[in-house]
């Protein structure tokens, strides 16, 4: 039984297209997180949502939009892609917000060409 | 600006003997810590955390302890096995504050049979 889940793992695509990456927790967590872990595996933070609640809204460029359709899921969709969004996103949940630890998905490496 | 640093990429340590990881941070805000292991193509795994009202915690092979003035804390495993080999990943957040952890770049462990 997966915890957190995300699909899809790998995301082959080319220069200004759109993509979304989902993701899904069956733990019954208050809070969603999404990461990108870049080339130098620096894992920065990019949003958290509790309870389908905008809480974590870092520098990101407006492209990176993420949606929360209820408590247990929350996707992420990039507009124009660019080269430098290649990575690995991961998704993640907690409990509540901190101090809690958080449960990672997978991760879905993006490679944009 | 790296608030939290893992400053050795990497460790080797014979099966049997301690692994010591250490992880610095610059902001005295900080009042939690976790550990998180990170094996490839995978997620960070939640390993122990660490509260800034103790000085350690111990769990089974795995204990953290916590050096508020130094700025420092340090995951101790006794004894390392071979499974134990991934890149384990320090996090720094403020209990009240952002609402977020900050993550080191990681230490990549090898356990040697």
């Known amino acids: 039984d997966t915890a957190v889940s995300q699909t899809p793992k790998y995301l082959v695509t080319q220069m200004g297209n759109d993509k979304s990456i989902k993701c899904e927790q069956n733990?019954?967590?208050?809070?969603m997180y999404w990461y990108k872990q870049d080339s130098k595996k620096f894992l920065k933070i990019m949003f958290s949502?509790?309870?389908?609640?905008?809480?974590i809204n870092e520098t990101v460029p407006n492209r990176f939009s993420p949606k929360s359709p209820d408590k247990a899921h929350l996707n992420l969709h990039i507009n124009s892609l660019e080269l430098g969004d290649s990575a690995v996103y991961f998704c993640?949940?907690?409990?509540?917000?901190?101090?809690?630890?958080?449960?990672f998905g997978p991760g879905t490496r993006l490679t944009v060409t | 600006d790296q608030q939290v640093k893992q400053n050795s990429p990497s460790l080797s340590v014979q099966e049997g003997r301690i692994s010591i990881l250490n992880c610095d941070y610059t902001?005295?805000?900080?009042?939690?810590f976790l550990w998180y292991k990170k094996y490839p193509a995978e997620g960070p795994t939640f390993l122990i955390s660490?509260?800034?009202?103790?000085d350690k915690n111990e769990d089974g092979r795995f204990t953290v302890f916590l050096n508020k003035s130094a700025k420092h804390l340090s995951l101790h495993i006794v004894p390392s096995q071979p499974g134990d080999s991934a890149v384990y990943f320090c996090?720094?957040?403020?209990?009240?504050?952002?609402?977020?952890?900050?993550f080191g770049t990681g230490t990549r462990l090898k356990v040697l049979a």
């Open positions: 733990l019954g967590h208050d809070t």
């Open positions: 949502y509790n309870n389908k609640e905008l809480i």
């Open positions: 902001n005295s805000m900080f009042d939690y």
């Open positions: 993640a949940s907690s409990q509540r917000l901190i101090p809690y630890e958080q449960y």
């Open positions: 996090a720094a957040s403020e209990e009240s504050g952002t609402y977020k952890y900050i």
């Open positions: 660490i509260s800034s009202i103790k």
